[in-house]
């Protein structure tokens, strides 16, 4: 019942949020007399906010059309150039990418779309031929499609890397550190041609054993029956994947809204204080935030399940005993994928020296083919999106991929 009586209210705050929007506009319009007087102005902003957050969102698109190289404005399009049931492989094509490095961007699988990485990809584009994958939400996966776990996500990743061919880098953003660093480890052990060049971890949780967050400490205080019993629901009927068991997307935001409840009140009281002023530019930018942050999917429950015990409870990567098709992941295998290691210092998610454990694991890999960064005054979301990613932390990864792609 937790999924239909979440539906239920996303209905009804649907509703009263057309009747907000509706009735802002009514109060901001020109001819209306009413508008210029009293407390008019800031009604109609309390209610454009109200309207905003409690409007249902959907699959956001990338909007990506052009991106600048070499001082030109070149048009580009998206691709979709492989397709599984939970997941698809787009290809950002433009004129500038020919002959530029091949880099498969990862996407979280942890309740966002793909298109949270917007920035990312964005800033990516002019000098690299940009490819990444697009999560599907479970809730729309009919059962007939099977399964997804760790080790279907550890598959998606070698099979699209095979898609893409010889020669590419491989750019992982928080959860997928995980599961990129076993593919990398299994197509090392099996001397696939196809191995990235370079694997580049953001915010991953490799050990979550170090500098444990509030996020860690929610997975290990709970044993596995409960997120079971309590976080794991049955897509109702009216979706295209009625009766599948996933953990809903909502959930996953509730938990991130909570652990910041004051952070994103704050926002809320700032966007309405702009509306007021008249400034809709600083306005529209948080809404712009939010639109993305609010946009959520579900996972399959044996995906989130698995990823609970395997990297948050039991940290069976960095102790060895991680399997990948009953197979040990042997992280020794990897000799010749340079790796690169990044952390935000403000990181309230994955905490530092997590990601960093990466570089230790690899026994076997040159250390002049390791480097770690360290992003000072940078939280979570910071390391792949906003004015320190684009200044600080993308030039890293681009001189990065320069020097280890031959």
């Not at 002959?99 to 990516?124: D, N, Q, W």
């Not at 697009?134 to 099979?159: C, E, K, Q, S």
Request: hydrophobic fraction near 40%; include cysteine; charge should be neutral.
């Amino acid at each position: 019942m937790l999924y239909q009586a979440f539906d239920l209210q996303k209905s009804w705050l649907a509703g009263a949020s057309a009747l907000a929007t509706a009735g802002a506009q009514a109060i901001q319009h020109p001819a209306n007399p009413l508008g210029y007087f009293g407390g008019s102005p800031m009604f109609a902003s309390a209610l454009e906010v109200f309207a905003h957050a409690a409007a249902p969102r959907g699959k956001p698109a990338f909007d990506l059309y052009e991106t600048v190289v070499d001082g030109e404005a070149v048009r580009m399009s998206e691709a979709i150039e492989a397709r599984k049931p939970f997941g698809q492989l787009k290809h950002f094509k433009h004129k500038g990418a020919k002959g530029a490095p091949k880099l498969l961007i990862v996407a979280p699988m942890s309740g966002h779309y793909a298109t949270l990485l917007r920035g990312t990809v964005e800033r990516m584009l002019p000098d690299h031929d940009v490819w990444i994958t697009d999560w599907r939400d479970a809730r729309n996966v009919p059962l007939t499609a099977g399964r997804f776990d760790l080790d279907d996500y550890v598959d998606y990743l070698i099979d699209w890397l095979g898609h893409i061919g010889p020669g590419a880098h491989m750019l992982a953003v928080c959860q997928p550190s995980v599961p990129c660093l076993a593919a990398a480890a299994v197509m090392a052990a099996d001397g696939h041609k196809c191995r990235p060049k370079t694997l580049t971890m953001m915010g991953g949780p490799i050990d979550t054993r170090k500098a444990p967050t509030a996020v860690n400490q929610h997975a290990t205080t709970r044993p596995h029956a409960w997120f079971q019993e309590n976080v794991i629901a049955t897509v109702p009927a009216y979706y295209p994947g009625a009766g599948r068991r996933v953990y809903p997307g909502f959930l996953q935001l509730a938990g991130f809204m909570s652990m910041n409840l004051g952070n994103h009140m704050m926002s809320h009281w700032e966007m309405f204080k702009h509306l007021v002023d008249g400034d809709g530019e600083s306005a529209d930018k948080t809404k712009e935030f939010y639109d993305e942050y609010r946009s959520v999917c579900d996972m399959t429950a044996e995906f989130y399940l698995q990823t609970v015990d395997a990297v948050f409870q039991r940290h069976l990567l960095p102790k060895g005993e991680m399997e990948h098709r009953g197979r040990k992941v042997d992280l020794t295998a990897i000799e010749d994928i340079a790796m690169l290691a990044i952390e935000g210092e403000r990181d309230d998610i994955s905490g530092i020296g997590q990601t960093r454990a990466a570089l230790t694991l690899a026994k076997s890999l040159p250390a002049e083919r390791k480097k770690y960064l360290m992003a000072k005054g940078v939280g979570h979301y910071g390391i792949f999106n906003g004015r320190k990613w684009r200044e600080e932390i993308a030039p890293v990864v681009e001189q990065w991929i320069r020097a280890n792609g031959e």
